[in-house]
C-alpha cells in the first residue's frame, strides 16, 4: 500500500513538475516574440492539457493552427460584412479583397 500511495505522490509530482516546465516553455517562447502578453494569452485559450505538454515544435503548431483558424474567421467575417445591407456600397469591395486575402492567407 505505502508503494502505491508512493507512487500516486510520485506521478503527481512528476504532473506538477512537467506542467511548471512547460509554463516556463510558453513564458520563454512568448518573452523571445514581439508580442509576448498576447502570446501567452492566445496559447492560454487553447486546451491546457495541449498546450502543457507541448514542446517547442508543439506550441509552433499549435500557434500555426490558431493563426489559420483565426484567418479563416477573419475571411468569413469580411465575407459577411461585405454581403450586409448596413455597409455602405463603397466599402464592399474592398472587404471582399480583405475577405480574400484572410482566405488566401488561411490557405494551407
Ligand atoms: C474561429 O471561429 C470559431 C467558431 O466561431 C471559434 O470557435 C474559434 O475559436 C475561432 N478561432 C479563432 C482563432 O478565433
Ligand atoms: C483574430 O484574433 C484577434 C486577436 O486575438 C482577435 O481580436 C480577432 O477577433 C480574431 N478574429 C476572428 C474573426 O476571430
Given at each position: 500500500m505505502a508503494?502505491?500511495?508512493?507512487?500516486?505522490?510520485?506521478l503527481?509530482?512528476?504532473l506538477?513538475?512537467?506542467s511548471s516546465?512547460?509554463?516556463?516553455?510558453?513564458?520563454?517562447?512568448?518573452?523571445?516574440?514581439?508580442?509576448p502578453?498576447?502570446?501567452?494569452?492566445a496559447?492560454?485559450?487553447?486546451s491546457?492539457?495541449?498546450?502543457?505538454?507541448?514542446?517547442?515544435?508543439?506550441l509552433?503548431?499549435?500557434?500555426?493552427?490558431?493563426?489559420?483558424?483565426?484567418?479563416t474567421?477573419s475571411?468569413?467575417?469580411?465575407?459577411?460584412?461585405?454581403?450586409s445591407s448596413?455597409?455602405?456600397?463603397?466599402?464592399?469591395p474592398?472587404?471582399?479583397?480583405?475577405?480574400?486575402?484572410?482566405?488566401a492567407a488561411?490557405?494551407?
Amino acid at each position: 500500500m505505502a508503494s502505491l500511495s508512493n507512487s500516486f505522490f510520485l506521478l503527481h509530482l512528476l504532473l506538477h513538475l512537467s506542467s511548471s516546465l512547460s509554463t516556463t516553455l510558453i513564458e520563454t517562447t512568448c518573452k523571445s516574440t514581439s508580442y509576448p502578453d498576447f502570446c501567452v494569452a492566445a496559447i492560454s485559450s487553447t486546451s491546457p492539457q495541449t498546450s502543457s505538454t507541448a514542446d517547442t515544435r508543439g506550441l509552433s503548431s499549435i500557434f500555426l493552427s490558431l493563426a489559420l483558424s483565426n484567418a479563416t474567421n477573419s475571411s468569413s467575417y469580411a465575407t459577411s460584412l461585405a454581403a450586409s445591407s448596413i455597409t455602405e456600397e463603397p466599402i464592399r469591395p474592398l472587404l471582399r479583397a480583405c475577405s480574400l486575402k484572410y482566405a488566401a492567407a488561411a490557405m494551407p
